[in-house]
C-alpha cells in the first residue's frame, strides 16, 4: 500500500516540508468541509497532528506548532457525508487508490465522509501557533 502523499497530482509543496518526515493522517483535526461546483471538488481543511522536524524558517521564528492543509478532491464522482453536527472532530483520514480513483474513508463514533474523486492535490498548507492550554493539549492526547 502506497502513503497518501504519492496519490498527489503535485507533491512538492508538502514533501519539501515534510521531506524527511512521515506525513500522517491520523488524529487530524477537521475544520471545513467545502463543497464546490467548479470540479466538482471537495476541500478538507485540517490541522495535522505532526509538525515537521525542520521546518521552514518563517515558521521557527514565529514559533509556528501547528501545519494545516487544505486537501481538495477535485472532480468528484461519489460523496457521502453523515452526521456533520458537532463543532469538533478528530480523525483517522484513509486515503488509497480503487479502480483508479483516490478514496476517502473517515469516521468518529458518530460522523462519517466517503468520497471518490480523480484527482488530489493539497491546495494550501499553513502553519500557525496553537494556543491551546497545556492542560487541553495534554487531555487531547489521552482521547
Partial sequence: MCSWVELLTESKKISSI???DPLLLEDVELHEINFHRDGPKVTLRMDLKNYPSNPPKKWRLNNYNTVQVHLEFLDIQSCTLENWTKTSYR???DINMESDLVSLSAA???FKI???SKFLYVSDITAYQNSLSDDQEIK????
Avoid at 487531547?140 to 482521547?143: E, L, M, Y
Wanted: overall charge positive; charged content about 45%; aromatic content about 12%.
Fill in 18 to 20: 515534510f521531506w524527511s
Fill in 91 to 93: 480523525l483517522k483520514l
Fill in 108 to 110: 468518529s463514533d458518530d
Fill in 114 to 116: 466517503k468520497l471518490k
Fill in 140 to 143: 487531547d492526547h489521552k482521547n
